[in-house]
């Protein structure tokens, strides 16, 4: 079967069920790697570091920024990992963050209300995002603007990593800037910052390179999937008037609106393992070495666990099984933050800006191949 990037950049959808229902395992040229649509295989996959790892030099990430959380697996894992991820549980996240994400959201919202309209992605998802990621690590001097830029450059040399091109200068640049620029959160008291508790020895003395690796994951991941997840819920919401209707009709809907958004279209739409040894999976023979590729947006569609799965339905009971989040060890460390954030802002827009809608002249649909959300996001409302 035929795959082209720009089918998977675009519209990937009918394409990734072929494959997951005639060969769910599928060797795709165009990716130099083996693709997994079917969400069991996903799991498994996901769930199985010893057969699959992230522990491997060709790891897109990692060419980028260098060994995280993200590129190792088993001790060296949680040796990255730990010292970030109590101030990102459930608990400490709602107890931190509730009532500083909502003061965000509004001030983002002040300073577009009285136009009418707006571009939401930078004017309020992505700003929001990257105010709360950089607050949560302790890097609260952050220039908003250039840490935007520094990640779009860094999601570009990823995306074209993933596409089969050579890393381009600009991501080296944009990862250096934002290391220099973290410098001084790295020597402030750990008590009020995360990244010098990271490297504090009562934290294992992480190294204070690798903390910096590690802190630009965090703020990859917490910029790129947060603002995905705003944008492309706010999306669907005004895309199905009639599921928009039922939300506004009765609020407590809102968070598995979220769901289903996420379920319908991932802000990482693949994530990347390699195989340890030979393996068979689903028929197809993988052998030590080759790149396994995981497609969430496909996992997210299978028919086998969720019924009608293209049909965006605010009500459908399973929406949280979806695997948007990925699985296993590898689990997002920053799912609650999203979550609340994306609650805080969809729930906001609705509430402040009269008859929000999508800005006709200016259509908006996701794309992407590592990471999908729309590239602009116009809408309009009836100023007050």
């Not at 709360?132 to 990823?158: C, E």
């Not at 997210?300 to 979806?322: E, I, K, Q, S, Y």
Request: include cysteine; charge should be negative.
């Amino acid at each position: 079967m035929t795959v082209t990037l720009e089918e998977l950049d675009r519209e990937p959808y009918a394409l990734l069920a072929r494959l997951r229902e005639a060969e769910p395992v599928s060797w795709v040229g165009v990716l130099d790697g083996w693709l997994v649509t079917r969400r069991d295989l996903a799991l498994h996959v996901m769930r199985a570091p010893e057969t699959f790892t992230v522990d491997d030099p060709r790891f897109s990430t990692g060419r980028v920024v260098g060994p995280s959380m993200l590129t190792l697996d088993g001790p060296e894992h949680r040796r990255h990992r730990d010292p970030f991820a109590g101030p990102f549980r459930l608990a400490p996240v709602r107890a931190r963050f509730t009532e500083a994400v909502a003061r965000e959201t509004d001030r983002l919202i002040d300073a577009i209300a009285p136009a009418g309209e707006a571009e939401l992605r930078r004017s309020v998802a992505g700003p929001l995002a990257t105010a709360t990621v950089t607050h949560a690590l302790g890097f609260d001097d952050a220039d908003t603007d250039a840490v935007l830029g520094w990640y779009d450059r860094i999601v570009a040399a990823v995306t074209e990593i993933t596409a089969g091109r050579p890393l381009p200068a600009s991501g080296r640049e944009a990862y250096a800037a934002l290391a220099a620029a973290l410098g001084p959160a790295l020597d402030a008291d750990p008590d009020t910052s995360l990244l010098a508790a990271a490297a504090s020895a009562a934290a294992g003395g992480l190294e204070r390179e690798r903390v910096v690796s590690n802190a630009a994951v965090m703020l990859f991941g917490g910029i790129e999937t947060t603002e995905g997840m705003i944008a492309n819920a706010v999306l669907h919401l005004l895309s199905h008037p009639d599921q928009l209707a039922l939300v506004r009709a009765e609020p407590s809907l809102l968070p598995n609106a979220i769901e289903e958004s996420l379920r319908l279209e991932p802000a990482a739409a693949v994530i990347d393992r390699y195989a340890t040894a030979d393996v068979e999976l689903a028929g197809a023979a993988i052998r030590r070495g080759d790149l396994v590729r995981i497609s969430i947006t496909a996992a997210n569609r299978d028919p086998a666990t969720f019924p009608d799965p293209d049909r965006f339905d605010v009500r459908r009971a399973d929406a949280r099984l979806h695997v948007a989040f990925a699985h296993g060890p590898h689990v997002c460390i920053g799912m609650h933050l999203a979550r609340l954030e994306a609650h805080s802002a969809v729930a906001r827009l609705l509430e402040r800006l009269p008859a929000l809608r999508l800005d006709p002249a200016r259509p908006a649909a996701p794309r992407g191949l590592v990471f999908r959300k729309p590239p602009e996001l116009h809408v309009m409302w009836t100023r007050s």
